[in-house]
Each structure stands twice: as C-alpha cells, then as structure tokens.
C-alpha cells in the first residue's frame, strides 16, 4: 500500500473514531444526564414562566473558573402566599354559635352583639352516585277533550337517552372521558371509584362508551377541521401511537397521531387531531385537505407533498434542538451557533404582545442582521457530516428556505412549541393508556383530544365543555347543518355558556335531578 493511501486510511480511521467517540458521550448524557434543554444564565429566558420551552440555565462552558467553582449563596425570597380562589366558587358563610343556646354560665337570655371573622377553608365535597328512575306522565286536558271532542291525553316529553338501552346518563359518560383524556387516568383505574360509587360495570362497555360518543359527535368533529382548513396560519407535528388490532398491521408496529392548530395569537383558536395508520405523505394530504395557506412544521418530507398551496415555514426550536446536542458533546463551532439561536429566541420573546404587522416590522430591522451572521458561519464551517454538529449543519441548510420566510411574517411563530405542547398533551396520556385497542379507540382518541384541547385554547372548562356536547348529541339531527353545529365551537359556544350561566341564576329550583 503506497504511503499517500496509508495516510488517507488513518486519516480516515481518525474520523471513524472521533464521531463513535461523539456518539458514546451523546448517548452516555442521554441515559445519565438531565433530560432538560438548558440556557446561560446570562442570557434572557426565551419565554416567559408559562410558555417555556427550556427551562433551566445552560451551560456553555464560557462561565469564569471563579464562577464554575464557587457557589453563589442564595437570596432569600420573602414567601408569598400562592393560592387563589376563583370567582365562580360558592362562599358559605358559618357562624360559630353556642350549641346550646346559652352562656357559660348556663343563661339562655343571650344577644348577639357581633361576630369576628376568624379564617377560611375550601371545601371538598366527594363524588357520589345516584340511579335515576325515569317515567313518563301522562295527562289529561278536560277543555282540550271538550273542544275538539277527544280524549285529551297526551304524555310530558322525555328527554332522549344518551345511548338506548343503558345505564350510562351524560353525566357519568363525560366524567370517563374527562377522567381519561384530561386527567390521564385509564379505563381499568377508572373502574375501582365507579364501583366504589355502587356501579360494577367493565372496562369493555366504559371503551365502547368513549367510542360510540365519539362517533355521534363525528359531524361536529369534521366541522372543527372545516374551520381549521379556513385559517391563513397554521403548525402541524405528529407523534408515533400504537394499535393492538389495525388490520394488515402488526400489533407492535407504529401508527401515528397528528395535530394541526391554528398560532396562538390568531382568534378562534382551533386544535385538530388526525390518526393515521401510517407517515405518509398521502395522509398529510387528507389531513391538509382544501387548505390554502401558511404551515409551519418541522422538516419531514411527508410535508412536501402537500402542494404548491399551501406555503411552508420552518420551525427554528428543531434546528435549536440539534445545536443544543451538538453543543452538549463539546463539539467545536456548536457553542456560538447555539448562541445566535437563543438570541434570536431572545428577542423574539420581547415581541410577544405586539401585533403581526409590528412583529414583523422588528424581525426585518433587528433579526435579518443575526440571521446573516448565523448563515454565514453555517456555510464555512467545516465538520465531520456524521458529527452531531454536521447533522445539526445539514438539517438546517436543509431547511434555510422555510427558515428564512417566518422573517417576512408576522403572524406565524418563531418555533412550532405551540402544537408540540398539544402533542405532548395526548404522550402523557399515551405513558398512562400505553395503546389503543382497535382503529375506533385510536380515531376517537382524536375526536375527544380535538375538543378537549380546543376547549383549553379558548380558555373554556373542558368537563362542562364535553357535557354540553354529550347533551348535544342526543339532540342534533343525524344529518346537522354547518350553522347547527357552528352553536358548540368553542369560541361561539363561550358567548352562549355566559347567557345561560345568567339565565340559570334567575331559574327555580328543579323537581327532579338531572342527569
């Protein structure tokens, strides 16, 4: 072997062994090393306490060794009480009187003079069960039988049944779905409190249950995705899920859950689950079906099919992701890389409250000079392709165009966190159910999540929420018009819950107890 061959083997060899030795760190701090993606503490947080994506300080290795090995006392924060009650809670109001109606000295001529107020305590008042028993009256109209010469009978209407033929009242019904889809409690837990109430019953007809409610909701369900493909901006992801029983599938084979949303600063906000039996572009096409408009999503080629109407955007927290990985095994170049990125974060958070048109005002005039440089860095760095920073560098190139255009945009986000946290939402759902039974359980995991989620974005409570919708359909025609189920979207549906929540002040009490 000629030395020049030599030479280019070992050269070769070196490379081998400093990307394996790459991959051994990545995969020693994925297993050891703390799960969370971190910031100088330097630097600004990227988001305020309730939207943050990476929550604790990262270390950069640029800290002073003065500061890496000292440790800085912390300031004592004056404790501030955090509890807060809401509004729409009952107050009792209790005043402690002598048992027995007299003084101490056993006098019961006594005056109330005043009363001290002493403390508060919220109240928790346990689940309890009760069968309703339903009957029919009927009636007889004396004048009625008079005047047209008939019996003058006729029956009081009975509301119809939630399902015929069984126990389940809306009530309970919305109280499983909560329970599961809100809460992340599973059917089989769910099944010990039910019996507890006095209910044995079993995990089959609690599923058939969330299923077959699903199903009667399935013309309001395709109405949300209606006004999903409506809207001029939109974030998309999908996440794996599993399906015991999909036909031509295996059982431990993956299938998959999308989400599409509208950005959080749009009105009307809308959440939309999609289960597809696979990754495919095809089904992305179905889930963006009729839509005409902005998608911001990451950087799957499944995307790519979707046409030339619809106008694709990067995601620029993906791109973080792989800076930050690259970062964590020492690899140099990652670390200013990584800096730009979180500068850019920086200031896109300052921007947060302003309006699409003066967001994008300050992108063009302040981030174009950041971006430039990023590129600029990117495009001469040169790196090792199957490093964790050569990966970060193509994945990003790969998506500079859809990256550059959220500059000239000032409705969409900066990152695609928003449906990433609706996603994340159904996973730890996902950690508690692990899978789905059959493809009925895995599209109405759908149905309920798309209104579950809604409900969250619109500000409403989702255990009302979905009791209104189980009443509702008993009630909507088999075959609904788009303004009959226009009623019960979220944002049409809160301005309605405020007029009967007045209303039912005014009403008398009832004679009978509703389901």
Same mark, same amino acid.
């Given at each position: ?218 013309? *309001?369900?395709?109405?949300? $995705? &209606?006004?999903? =493909?409506? #809207? !001029? ?72 099919? *979707?046409?030339?109407?619809? $106008? &694709?955007?990067? =995601?620029? #927290? !993906? ?197």
């Amino acid at each position: 072997m000629a030395e020049s061959e030599k030479d280019q083997r070992i050269h070769e060899l070196e490379a081998e062994i400093a990307t394996l030795k790459e991959q051994l760190t990545y995969f020693t701090r994925k297993i050891y090393a703390s799960k969370s993606e971190t910031i100088d503490p330097n630097q600004t947080s990227l988001f305020d306490e309730k939207d943050r994506v990476f929550t604790e300080p990262e270390q950069t290795g640029d800290q002073s060794s003065a500061a890496s090995n000292q440790v800085q006392p912390k300031k004592s924060k004056k404790k501030t009480r955090q509890e807060k009650i809401d509004a729409k809670v009952p107050v009792r109001v209790t005043i402690i009187e002598p048992a027995d109606g007299k003084c101490p000295a056993g006098h019961s001529d006594i005056t109330p003079i005043g009363k001290k107020y002493v403390r508060e305590e919220l109240h928790f008042v346990p689940a309890y069960a009760y069968l309703e028993k339903i009957y029919e009256q009927s009636y007889k109209c004396e004048q009625c039988a008079e005047n047209t010469a008939t019996s003058g009978l006729w029956k009081s209407l009975v509301p119809p049944a939630l399902f015929p033929h069984s126990l389940a009242s809306v009530s309970l019904v919305a109280e499983v779905i909560y329970n599961k889809f809100v809460l992340g409690v599973p059917l089989y837990r769910q099944l010990s409190e039910i019996s507890r109430l006095g209910y044995h019953t079993s995990e089959a007809t609690l599923t058939n249950w969330v299923i077959k409610a699903a199903q009667q909701l399935t013309p *309001l369900y395709e109405e949300f $995705h &209606r006004q999903l =493909c409506s #809207a !001029h901006h939109l974030q998309g992801d999908e996440t794996p899920i599993e399906v015991l029983r999909e036909p031509g599938k295996a059982a431990t084979s993956k299938s998959y859950m999308w989400v599409a949303r509208t950005p959080i600063k749009e009105p009307n906000p809308t959440v939309y689950y999609a289960y597809g039996a696979t990754r495919s572009g095809a089904f992305a096409q179905s889930v963006y079906e009729g839509y005409q408009g902005v998608l911001q999503c990451d950087g799957y080629s499944g995307y790519n099919l *979707l046409g030339t109407g619809v $106008h &694709r955007m990067g =995601c620029w #927290a !993906h791109v973080r992701r792989k800076f930050y990985d690259a970062n964590q095994s020492h690899i140099k170049g990652a670390q200013e890389l990584l800096h730009l990125i979180d500068e850019m974060f920086a200031r896109e958070r300052k921007w947060q409250a302003y309006s699409p048109r003066a967001r994008r005002r300050r992108r063009r005039s302040c981030l174009r000079k950041i971006l430039k440089r990023f590129w600029r860095i990117v495009d001469h760095t040169e790196v090792l392709p199957q490093s964790r920073l050569g990966k970060a560098i193509t994945y990003a190139q790969s998506q500079r165009p859809y990256l550059d255009r959220i500059i000239n945009d000032g409705v969409i986000d900066w990152s695609n966190n928003a449906s990433e946290r609706n996603m994340k939402s159904l996973v730890i759902g996902r950690k508690n159910w692990l899978f789905s039974t059959s493809t009925q359980g895995a599209e109405s995991i759908a149905i309920w999540m798309t209104f579950i989620e809604s409900a969250k974005a619109n500000h409403i409570d989702p255990r009302q929420y979905l009791t209104d919708l189980l009443k509702a359909s008993t009630v909507l025609p088999a075959f609904p018009k788009p303004e009959e189920l226009a009623v019960y979207l979220p944002w049409n549906y809160r301005k309605y819950q405020n007029v009967d929540q007045r209303t039912d002040v005014n009403e008398s009490p009832a004679t009978t107890f509703a389901a």
